[in-house]
């Protein structure tokens, strides 16, 4: 995948790809989204691929799309992580350097 250049609108937040659910047919139940992220190259230990994560100030997240009765595409973003993701700041009292 190209690497996607970040755009210059100070009110951007992120962007990402969704793409149709393979799992989801025609009269199954609406828990089931109709547009997911696309697959990671890692798998998991049964072989499916895990969804590409993105990040939104340093907070994974994942989104999923669910296509409404009157056609209008209802976007669902999620937290995957109850911990922030980015590395802890480091002072410079924690390091141990005097100033």
């Known amino acids: 995948m190209a690497e996607y250049e970040k755009p210059k609108d100070p009110n951007w937040v992120c962007t990402f790809s969704l793409r149709r659910n393979p799992d989801k047919k ?3 139940p609406d828990h089931l989204p109709c547009f997911i992220l696309p697959d990671s190259e890692k798998k998991s230990k049964s072989g499916r691929p895990f969804r590409k994560n993105f990040t939104i100030n340093d907070v994974w997240c994942e989104a999923a799309a669910y296509v409404q009765k009157d056609n209008s595409i209802k976007i669902t ?5 109850t911990t922030n993701s ?3 700041q480091t002072t410079t009292e924690d390091a141990g350097i005097g100033i």
Do not use: E, Y
Not at 77 to 81: L, M, P, R, Y
């Open 77 to 81: 973003i999620k937290k995957t992580s």
């Open 26 to 28: 025609d009269g199954q």
């Open 86 to 88: 980015a590395p802890k």
